[in-house]
């Protein structure tokens, strides 16, 4: 068998975060709204109705662009896309064909801690279409969506397998996301992938005669899982000598299938024009260099500080950095609990204690956050709080095995760490005749562990260790317990 390799590029469209609509004043703000009631003459296509451009929409536009390390176009202009669209009632969509806003850029993806660069071809601003529920004998439009600002960011063919894909379609997500500029919420349909696929011997460097486009893809794994499909799909029939048709395929989720939904039509089809109802976009350098200093720290940037900064792990970071808030989160924390434990003010951050933060983050945060299914933004547990947990168990306060359950109703309440102690009097016993009194009557009890350690069994002394835990409900100081041990038996 021959060895084939795919050539795989994807169009990400994301859904832009503004107020109104792209070319009307109705308001972008549609999910769970009553069918039909974000509409106006603009939107519905009525005759005579002229689209006006939304600022706000553009600037976004331009971040992701320079985020994604774009020539902005100093010129742009809008053009008409014809198409029998039964959820864009104008008949054609409008968007930007030959000069879009931003132009060639790259994204570096990390595959396995290598670098691995994916080409942009363009980013180019448009609007969003209805959205059609098929019922049985009819179908429903919601044209709620129809006119939302959309950003299609279009690869260069550079990816080669499906996880490569999937890496770079995650990465544009958390790019937007830091951004700010959409919330490219896959399943809610803000942000949809498309990816163009085809397959060639091994060695050519051209690209294949045909490209099938796969659609309908709503998760990550659905992308990766689709592709694969797809690729051995295609290899089967070049197998055979049988050339691929040029196709849109949907992607089946439950069959994990891909199937034909029409023979793919070419630019020239679409009739592109340019909207005569439209301004063309004129930027002129400062304006774009003023849009450049509005960028927050993008993910790579502050990888690269958390490594020389705080010394974790890559792994560390790239979990820390997948949501922006979370990695503020685990930055104040960390401020916080310096500052706690510092001599001075001016002392700075140990990498210990962000390790320990992260630690803390990475596990039982992580954990608790996915099993509650809570978002970050409604989360009630704050930085300070975590940072005072940790400082009061560097002081003694309260055990390890304690930390544990408060740290637990903290997150469920949002009371601080030492009101949970008080209140539950969890305090660490640390009082030496309290313990020793424990300590006895543990060693009473178990005389058999007593006589087994003596006689060399090292997990017998552990055993009596947890019994005298288990006799404080996991208060007592666990080192003074094993010296007590030690020197009472
Ligand atoms: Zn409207
Ligand atoms: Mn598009």
């Not at 044209?143 to 996880?163: K, T």
């Not at 960390?334 to 210990?352: F, I, L, M, W």
């Not at 930390?403 to 997150?411: E, N, P, S, T």
């Amino acid at each position: 068998m021959k060895q084939y390799e795919p050539v795989i590029g994807l169009e990400i469209h994301v859904e832009l975060k503004t107020k109104s609509k792209m070319f009307c004043r109705c308001s972008a703000v549609y999910f769970g709204e009553p069918p039909n009631t974000h509409t106006c003459p603009v939107c519905l296509g009525m005759p005579g109705a002229l689209p006006v451009t939304n600022k706000d929409a553009i600037e976004k536009a331009i971040l992701v662009g320079l985020a994604l390390n774009c020539k902005v176009n100093n010129f742009s202009k809008f053009d008409r896309k014809h198409y029998f669209y039964p959820d864009l009632p104008k008949g054609y969509q409008i968007s930007q064909y030959d000069l879009p806003i931003n132009g060639k850029g790259y994204l570096d993806i990390n595959i396995s801690g290598e670098k691995y660069r994916v080409g942009i071809t363009r980013a180019h601003q448009e609007e969003d279409a209805g959205k059609l529920t098929h019922t049985g004998d009819a179908t429903l439009v919601d044209l709620n969506r129809a006119g939302v600002p959309l950003l299609e960011i279009v690869s260069d063919p550079d990816m080669h397998n499906p996880v490569q894909a999937k890496l770079y379609a995650q990465k544009i997500q958390q790019i937007v996301r830091y951004l700010g500029v959409s919330d490219a919420d896959m399943e809610k349909g803000s942000m949809r992938a498309d990816a163009n696929v085809s397959v060639r011997p091994a060695g050519e460097n051209g690209l294949p005669p045909y490209k099938v486009e796969v659609k309908n893809m709503n998760t990550f794994k659905g992308i990766e899982r689709a592709i694969e499909y797809e690729i051995g799909r295609q290899i089967q029939l070049r197998e055979k000598d049988e050339m691929p048709v040029q196709e849109t395929r949907g992607w089946d989720e439950n069959k994990g299938k891909t199937f034909s939904q029409r023979t793919k039509e070419a630019a020239q089809d679409y009739r592109y024009f340019p909207d005569p109802d439209l301004p063309p976009l004129t930027f002129d350098d400062a304006y774009i260099q003023s849009l450049g200093k509005k960028l927050p720290e993008l993910p790579d940037a502050k990888a690269k500080r958390f490594r020389e900064t705080y010394k974790l792990s890559d792994k560390d970071i790239e979990t820390l950095l997948f949501d922006r808030m979370f990695a503020d989160f685990f930055e104040e924390a960390v401020q916080v609990y310096a500052r706690s434990k510092a001599d001075s003010p001016t002392s700075g951050v140990e990498p210990e204690d962000a390790k320990k933060v992260a630690n803390w983050m990475l596990g039982e945060m992580l954990r608790r956050i996915n099993e509650s299914n809570t978002s970050l933004s409604d989360l009630k547990l704050s930085p300070a709080m975590l940072a005072e947990l940790l400082y009061l168990l560097d002081k003694g306060e309260i055990s390890g095995a304690t930390a544990k359950g408060v740290f637990a109703k903290m997150f469920e309440t949002g009371t601080g760490a030492a009101q949970i102690i008080q209140q539950h009097g969890l305090s660490q016993i640390s009082n030496e005749g309290e313990i020793k009194r424990i300590v006895e009557k543990v060693i009473a009890a178990n005389q058999k562990a007593v006589s087994d350690y003596k006689a060399g069994k090292e997990a017998s002394l552990q055993f009596l260790i947890g019994m005298v835990m288990r006799e404080t409900k996991g208060k007592a100081n666990v080192e003074q317990a094993k010296k007590l041990l030690l020197d009472l038996i």
